[in-house]
């Protein structure tokens, strides 16, 4: 690597070029090693006689940029880009965050933080391995930020712009949490062991000052943990309380309160019973569930991040020069010229000023096949500009396009959607106010009994039905699924989406097509003509960036292809080439129709196979047509045993689809699915009105990729977002698929089932406890000792059922060819 | 048994130390990231034995 040519004296490691520690140095050896892992692979990489890639990479490394970053990253040096990401310190240097693409070992963390380190002008490189969030400090004096990005990319570690800001309000509320919870153990365990000695006074006697000490210490260590690290419970409970929702926080407040200023009442008074150690516990073992929770939902929230930082946020603009400069979507503006090259998404909605293109729409509107785009034609932001570059006028800001409306429907999609009521929740309001009930009947039965004892026995239910395995009960058992889910491939950004998942017993699922059930990109499924027509079709084909030209080649490609030459593209039509020095015509059958002979037994093959709604491809060679072969986007091959599993589990699976009718229908056929089941032609609205109308009366779970999904993704009480999929529909999700396909969904629908069973399971079980405790402390048998011990073992019965549950494998593997 | 008078203060004053130690360095934030630090030792360890490490 190029970095260690600027350390002299340093001999370079002989497979990684980084400089050898001198400790390491062999005085005479031919081959120097910085470490064993490079001496290991040197040596494998010799004996399997590849030695020469050492000559070959120093060759690469001269051009290196082209290899991962072809990118110039002049973006990064746009003022829009600088006062948006970066952050100037009084010190002079700027500050940012960058996410890295290809991060996975112990060694790349060190050759980032090390690499970076020797640019001249980066004061400090630190990168997060788990987050593979790299924050950098550099003088912008000496060095651009396009530099450094360009440096990480040469080394293999593309960079992208991290959104500062949204991830430091999480960090805090985390790092307050901390706190709250390590002072609440902290008391926790000093109360504890003033308790012990209580307890042993309790059963054996203990002098009269020692007693009023331990009790009068107790109150005092235990007033921070049940001033400061309690507060988050009042406060939601209190929330809960002015929207008038019955949250679980609720209970626990009143039990926490209640036991603490009983005990304090108690103590100032010299009588009755304290239960300083129990409250102080309670609030330790809740605050490890919340923080849990908390840890798990940033996890989750990160990864989505890390997915929009890898969605390109930039374009070209055309300076009044002509020349392209990158430039943030933020900036660019109505009237303003931008450069849309091969295989780039074009950037915003506007109008062909000059070129000719196929642009793919499939996450825009769900069409699979591509669409012809010449001057004056509209142009949609979103979609992918296939073949020839194109100059584009702006007509509307990013926020105002069509893709800008989607986000904002999705926005207002997911804030009319009804929250999801955790099981919890909806315990903790009957539990509620049972508890009070309850605690009223004991404090009048008692008053009449033995008055004196009254208040101390009400107390004591109150504190023993506070519902310390209730509360830990979802946020352990979520955090568990969610924790093994990620493990499988499926990120769940909220533990409520779920829980709701697992709930449904049934309902409806609509699957997008282009992306989701199929693989979004054409293939030839069918092939007629003769063998030797097919290396001269993938040798014209070869090169080409039109996906019905990549299907051809990636078809034939294995027979010895000849050169082709006087290679012509027809947009809208085909192709003509010479290979061999054979004329050929590849084409739409109007196009060939138009230049070469026709043999009439290939119309009969069109017809059948508009029929099975494949794109007929006609191929001509010296002027009469020969061959001809058939394309469509194949569905995936765990496609039909999902759908099949899925209809098991108790969904009607439905197909929403932008694409055509009669292509949907044919993917409908050959899953299975009834045609009143499949629904073509949707636009993006359509697609959220179904799912809407649908979510009325019914649980609605909807899976896609695209712009074209991702309202009604938001909409849907479950919305699932497949690998490979559009930016917005990433946002709108609650659950992401991290692999190619849907192999994984039933093993979430499964997974997320079990977790629901974990719940219940575990909210059954505290309500059992908290009815035995309850029934201790209304016949005035419970006192400290007792509800210390029933305290914890109720939590650790909880926490050992939530993470004894395995989420299950994906039932079907999912495709290795996919990537 | 009056040196509990002594001992349980002394008790919660260490207790309160400790509690302290614990809010500077979540302040300081080592706990905002628990998997790089444990690999970055390996790192910084591997170094010293060829050259002084400049960095604090």
Known sequence: ?819 | MSVLYIVLPLALVIAAVAVWAFVWSVKGGQFDDLDTPAMRMLHDDAEQRGRADPRP
């Not at chain 1, 391995?129 to 400090?137: E, G």
């Not at chain 1, 990013?398 to 929250?419: C, E, H, K, W």
């Open chain 1, 1 to 819: 690597m190029q970095t260690a040519h600027q350390v002299v004296g340093d001999p370079e490691c002989s497979h990684c070029s980084l400089p050898v520690p001198r400790s390491l140095v062999e005085e005479g050896a031919e081959h120097q090693f910085c470490c064993l892992g490079c001496k290991t692979v040197f040596g494998m990489i010799h004996a399997e006689g590849l030695g020469a890639y050492y000559d070959l990479r120093s060759e690469d490394d001269e051009r290196a940029p082209a290899a991962v970053g072809s990118s110039s990253y002049q973006e990064l040096d746009d003022p829009t880009f600088v006062t948006q990401h970066c952050q100037a310190r009084p010190d002079g240097l700027m500050a940012t965050e960058l996410y890295l693409e290809g991060v996975h070992c112990s060694a790349c963390l060190w050759l980032v933080e090390k690499s970076l380190e020797r640019v001249d002008g980066v004061a400090e490189a630190r990168l997060n391995f788990a987050q593979a969030r790299l924050k950098v400090l550099w003088r912008p004096d000496q060095v651009p930020l396009s530099a450094i990005a360009g440096q990480l990319a040469k080394i293999g570690y593309p960079p992208h712009p991290a959104r500062l800001g949204t991830r430091d309000v999480g960090k805090e509320e985390e790092r307050r949490l901390l706190i709250r919870l390590g002072l609440a153990g902290a008391v926790s365990g000093n109360v504890m062991l003033m308790a012990f000695a209580l307890y042993g006074g309790w059963v054996s006697g203990m002098a009269e000052e020692h007693w009023t000490l331990f009790r009068w210490g107790s109150l005092f260590a235990s007033l921070p943990a049940v001033l400061y690290s309690g507060w988050p419970f009042y406060r939601s409970a209190y929330n809960g309380l002015r929207n008038r929702v019955l949250h679980m926080d609720l209970p626990i407040s009143i039990g926490v309160l209640a036991g603490f200023f009983s005990g304090a009442y108690n103590t100032v008074v010299g009588k009755g019973e304290v239960y300083f150690d129990s409250v102080c516990a309670l609030i330790f073992l809740l605050l490890v569930g919340r923080l849990l929770q908390l840890r798990q939902q940033r996890r989750a929230s990160e990864s989505s991040e890390l997915l929009y930082a890898l969605t390109p946020s930039t374009a070209r603009r055309l300076g009044e020069d002509g020349e392209a400069r990158r430039v943030p979507l933020q900036a660019i503006e109505v009237g303003d010229l931008i450069e849309v090259r091969a295989q780039e998404t074009v950037a915003t909605d506007g109008v062909v000023e000059s070129g000719r293109s196929a642009l793919d729409l499939s996450l825009l509107s769900g069409e699979s096949m591509p669409v012809e785009v010449k001057k004056h034609d509209q142009v949609w932001g979103g979609t992918v500009n296939l073949q020839d570059t194109l100059v584009v006028r702006v007509s509307h800001a990013v926020r105002d396009s069509r893709v800008g409306r989607i986000a904002d429907m999705v926005a207002d999609a997911s804030r009319n959607r009804a929250p999801v009521v955790q099981l919890a929740d909806r315990v903790a309001g009957w539990f509620v106010a049972i508890v009070l009930l309850l605690a009223m009947v004991t404090f009048a039965a008692w008053s009449i009994i033995a008055p004196e004892h009254a208040l101390d026995h009400s107390v004591a239910l109150l504190i023993v039905s506070c519902p310390c395995a209730l509360g830990l009960a979802t946020p352990l058992a979520i955090t568990a699924a969610i924790g093994k889910a990620a493990r499988r491939g499926i990120l769940a950004r909220s533990g409520a989406a779920l829980e709701a998942l697992g709930r449904l017993k049934g309902g409806v699922l609509y699957f997008d097509k282009t992306g989701t059930l199929t693989h979004g990109r054409m293939e030839v499924v069918a092939f007629v003509g003769p063998e030797w027509v097919r290396p001269l079709v993938a040798a014209a084909e070869k090169g080409s960036n039109h996906p019905v030209g990549r299907a051809l080649t990636q078809a034939f490609e294995d027979a010895a292809q000849p050169e082709a030459s006087d290679l012509e593209t027809v947009s809208g039509g085909g192709i003509t080439a010479t290979v061999g020095g054979r004329a050929l015509i590849i084409g739409s059958p109007k196009f060939v129709r138009s230049r070469a002979l026709l043999d009439s037994s290939f119309e009969t093959h069109v017809q059948a196979w508009s029929q099975e709604a494949l794109t007929p491809v006609w191929i001509a060679v010296d002027g009469r047509v020969v061959a001809a072969a058939g394309l469509a986007d194949r569905l995936r091959s765990e496609a039909k045993a999902s759908v099949d599993a899925l209809g098991k589990q108790g969904f009607e699976v439905h197909i929403l689809s932008g694409d055509h009718p009669s292509v949907v229908h044919s993917v409908g056929r050959a899953l299975g699915i009834p045609a009143e089941r499949c629904h073509g032609g949707q636009s993006p609205e359509d697609k959220l009105q179904r799912v809407q109308s649908a979510a009325a009366d019914k649980d609605v779970v909807m899976v896609g990729d695209g712009v074209n999904d991702a309202a009604a993704l938001a909409a849907a009480t479950v919305g699932v977002a497949v690998h490979g999929g559009a930016e917005t529909c990433f946002a709108a999700a609650d659950v992401f698929l991290q692999r190619p396909g849907i192999g994984t969904l039933t093993a979430l629908v499964q997974g997320a089932r079990r977790t629901t069973r974990t719940i219940r399971n575990n909210i059954i079980f505290s309500l059992v406890y908290n009815t035995v405790g309850a029934g201790l402390a209304m016949t005035g048998v419970l006192n400290p000792l007792i509800a210390a011990v029933l305290m914890p073992i109720s939590s650790l019965v909880v926490v050992t059922n939530s993470f004894r549950f395995h989420f299950p494998e994906a039932s079907t593997e999912s495709e290795e060819e996919a990537a």
